[in-house]
């Protein structure tokens, strides 16, 4: 879990992100494609709803980060739930996206290099280290997604199978 001096790392260096956020989802997506040029064909040529889907995320994961941890046993909807929606997003990328793991690691080293481009100064290694662990969090939680959407391809019967 994160603690709350990382938490609050995370939340102060997004409210600086949020008026340069189309400049970060740039510097993203160059960065990635930098390290990773094969990548680029795994998108569309018109990158706008692409940005847009990974400032909402990271909005999404920073929300998250308010939940009260006394408020665990409450009912949350599904929509809301950051370990569901991350865990189908892992789903997403592996199945309909063909995505690779390996690229987990090119995205959060394009992720942090595009906060660090970003935020200057701000990004401090405090910051640094906070936004690396959620990405870490996140990217294992992705990745059992995909995991799980492989292990239940792996226990369906093969057609023809009478048992």
């Not at 294992?140 to 019967?157: H, Y």
């Amino acid at each position: 879990m994160l603690s709350d001096e990382e938490k609050k790392h995370i939340r102060d260096s997004w409210r600086l992100v949020v008026p340069i956020k189309e400049t970060a989802a740039d510097l993203f997506y160059r960065r990635l494609f930098e390290l990773k040029p094969e990548y680029r064909s795994l998108f569309q040529s018109d990158m706008s709803a692409q940005k847009r889907k990974l400032v909402t995320m990271l909005s999404f994961i920073v929300k998250s980060l308010d939940w009260k941890e006394t408020a665990w046993r409450d009912d949350v909807s599904e929509a809301d739930d950051l370990f569901l929606v991350v865990l189908a997003m892992g789903r997403r990328h592996s199945s309909l996206y063909k995505i690779p793991d390996e690229a987990y690691a090119a995205v959060g080293a394009s992720l942090i290099w595009a906060l660090e481009q970003g935020l200057g100064e701000a990004f401090t290694p405090d910051t640094q280290q906070a936004w690396a662990r959620v990405y870490d969090l996140v990217s294992r939680t992705m990745l059992l997604g995909s995991a799980a959407l492989d292990m239940g391809a792996a226990v369906v019967a093969p057609e023809g199978d009478e048992s």
